[in-house]
């Protein structure tokens, strides 16, 4: 094999999406945790998980993140921020 044939093989191995892990017979299920009070709200809007419509594309992948200052913001405080309806259904920590 060739070392261009040789990179490929392990881009693709690494790129591959990893199986979740299985139960072991016997093993109790688990549990999904409990989607939040946000997150049940804003599915019920039909928006993402940052309050915006579905089909949004945000450049850097999420807008979390300002490039300007190299800052993060929370995204319970983005969301509430634009969606203050949503802090009075679930409360003001909108967790769940």
């Known amino acids: 094999m060739t070392r261009w044939a040789t990179l490929v093989v392990l ?3 690494a790129c591959r999406p990893e199986s979740p892990p299985t139960a072991r017979p016997g093993s109790p299920p688990t549990a999904a945790a409990p989607e939040s ?3 049940q709200q804003l599915k019920a809007k039909g ?3 940052f309050g915006d419509p ?3 594309f945000y ?3 999420t807008p ?3 490039e300007k200052t190299g ?4 995204r319970e405080q983005y969301v509430l921020a634009k969606h203050p309806d ?5 409360g003001a920590d909108a967790g769940p």
């Open 11 to 13: 881009f693709a191995a």
């Open 37 to 39: 009070c946000l997150d």
């Open 47 to 49: 928006l993402n998980p």
């Open 54 to 56: 579905p089909d949004t």
């Open 59 to 61: 450049a850097g992948g």
């Open 64 to 66: 979390l993140f300002d």
């Open 71 to 74: 800052r993060s913001v929370p």
């Open 86 to 90: 949503l802090a009075r259904a679930c």
